[in-house]
């Protein structure tokens, strides 16, 4: 099976896959009047690289199936054994709170995300970049059952395993800690960095299957936290949003608080995986974070008590002053595009006649959401496309049997809109159906599919592109805005659950210039 690569770790206590989305905000009374025609035309996008170039390309040696590998690569295993009772060590190889598992649903899933999606809470959603995951296991996937068999140089192949094994008695004989060196540690390191050898750096990796069955334990826990979602702000944990009625808003931590410290541990060198470790614990247990308030350089301590939290998947408010939806979609997770048909709905009940689609922060998830919710947009056409390793394009289509809205919308993308927000961004901007505002998004766009070794670990490969309908490859590269707007300081989106209280005025003032612009352009 396929799936993407959307680092996302879900500390809330309920999966978002497995949980309801929460009601949506109330909406402001209005009266239904015609729906604005926006004046905009949709532009051609520019800034696309040229079709068939990307900033990494896979290797012309790069297997034509799932499985195959090339032959000069050194497939040769050493003769050595792992020593018995050897234990794969919790800092070899990638972390398991970076994969996204998947599941009996056989979706594709787009790669890996700019940020890591922390909602400090339940269970690890793996998301790199963003993926979101599935209710069962990784299908066993083996170079044996899903791809030709490898034509092997016998040649180079012996004279690789040599040169492999040469390498591996030198670091044995000679490396000054050679005593607490393990056969499967070194093993499992060349593994991991001839998977690295190929460039697709964030996306394709390697899991011991030690880290994989942790992440599946994790994946099934019923786990509390905080309620906040986190990124990654050059090396610094920032929280973009607090939960509404989660314990972390109650304890008043702000969204674009920093935090440095976990119980009185530095988070310096922490990865996001460790920091949902030691934020999560169980119900009614205290934890306590050390945060830095936007623009505060002061540290402070704020106790929080655990709870289990349902995220809400979407969200929704009417633009005081307006009859602009905005509609916040946080993960494209199961059931998805069925929650934003019914914030359409909800929404154009109370007056709403255009639509803002915020993707902002949206790490990705499943494709074929994605491929769902760009058909409550579209009527007909090709979301996206799939192209394969050997060059092969399959078009992915909208869904014709969705419920379609045809009112004028504009789409929201940052850089930490990835994945498959990217997907139904291109989608709507390739068939003029909406403008896109903001910035160039973070460019996933790669499908990856495990691949499980005969002792249980896991080759994450990229084995696909993901391309916009018009042929433009998204990884690497990102969706380029038709309006480029740029948040200004420390400006951080508006969270859609205060729309209701905020008055007109207070809107037009705020410091969230994307959604401003966006209003402005529905409005003309």
């Known amino acids: 099976m396929h799936f993407g690569d959307n680092k996302k770790q879900d500390v809330s206590g309920t999966p978002p896959d497995e949980t309801a989305a929460g009601p949506s905000p109330a909406a402001p009374e209005t009266t239904p009047e015609t729906a604005p025609v926006s004046a905009w035309q949709p532009v051609p996008p520019n800034g696309w690289a040229s079709s068939g170039q990307s900033q990494w390309a896979a290797p012309p040696t790069a297997p034509s199936q799932p499985g195959q590998w090339p032959a000069q690569q050194p497939l040769a295993p050493p003769a050595w054994q792992a ?3 050897w234990q794969p060590q919790p800092n070899w190889g990638p972390s398991y709170g970076s994969m996204p598992p998947a599941g009996g649903n056989t979706a594709h899933r787009p790669s890996r995300l700019p940020q890591f999606l922390v909602v ?3 269970c690890l959603l793996a998301f790199s970049g963003g993926l979101l995951t599935d209710h069962a296991a990784f299908q066993d996937t083996t170079p044996g059952t899903n791809g030709a068999a490898v034509t092997a140089n016998p040649n180079a192949s012996t004279q690789n395993s040599s040169l492999y094994n040469e390498a591996l008695q030198i670091i044995k004989q000679n490396y000054v800690g050679r005593a607490a060196l393990t056969d499967k540690q070194l093993l499992y390191g060349s593994i991991a960095g001839m998977v690295d050898s190929l460039g697709d750096t964030g996306h394709s990796e390697f ?5 994989y069955a942790a992440m599946q334990s994790n994946l099934s826990a019923s786990i509390a936290g905080i309620g906040v979602i986190l990124s990654d702000d050059n090396g610094a944990f920032k929280i973009n949003r607090v939960i509404v009625g989660s314990p972390a ?4 931590v ?7 410290a976990v119980d009185g541990t530095t988070t310096s060198n922490m990865t996001f995986s460790e920091l949902g470790t030691r934020v999560r614990g169980a119900e009614g247990t205290s934890v306590t974070i050390t945060v830095v308030h936007l623009g505060s350089s002061t540290p402070v301590e704020i106790a929080i008590t655990r709870a289990k939290i349902t995220v809400p998947l979407a ?3 009417i633009v005081p002053g307006t009859h602009v939806a905005d509609i916040s979609l946080a993960e494209f997770s199961s059931g998805a595009a069925d929650q934003i048909q019914t914030d359409i709905t909800a929404a154009t009940a109370a007056g709403a006649t255009s639509i803002i689609l915020d993707l902002r922060g949206n790490p990705g998830g499943y494709a074929t959401e994605a491929q769902e919710v760009a058909s409550e947009f579209l009527s007909k056409g090709n979301v996206y496309i799939q192209q394969d390793a050997s060059g092969h394009n399959t078009d992915q289509p909208v869904d014709t049997a969705r419920t379609h809205t045809s009112l004028p919308m504009v789409v929201l993308v940052d850089h930490d809109s990835a994945s498959s927000s990217e997907i139904v961004a291109g989608a709507l901007q390739d068939s003029g159906r909406a403008k896109i505002v903001g910035v160039n998004t973070f460019g996933t766009g790669t499908v990856l599919d495990p691949f499980k070794l005969s002792d249980g670990s896991v080759i994450i490969l990229g084995t696909e592109w993901w391309l916009t309908p018009k042929g433009h490859r998204i990884f690497g590269v990102g969706i380029t805005p038709d309006q480029v707007v740029q948040m200004q300081g420390i400006a951080m989106p508006t969270d859609v659950t205060t729309l209701a209280t905020m008055t007109a005025n207070q809107f037009s003032t705020s410091t969230d210039a994307q959604l401003i612009a966006a209003v402005a352009d529905l409005n003309k």
């Open 254 to 260: 702000k969204a674009g608080d920093i935090i440095t």
């Open 315 to 317: 969200e929704w408010g």
């Open 249 to 252: 808003a109650s304890a008043g």
């Open 120 to 122: 400090v809470a339940a």
């Open 83 to 85: 020593a018995p009772g």
């Open 207 to 211: 899991l011991s299957a030690a880290e």
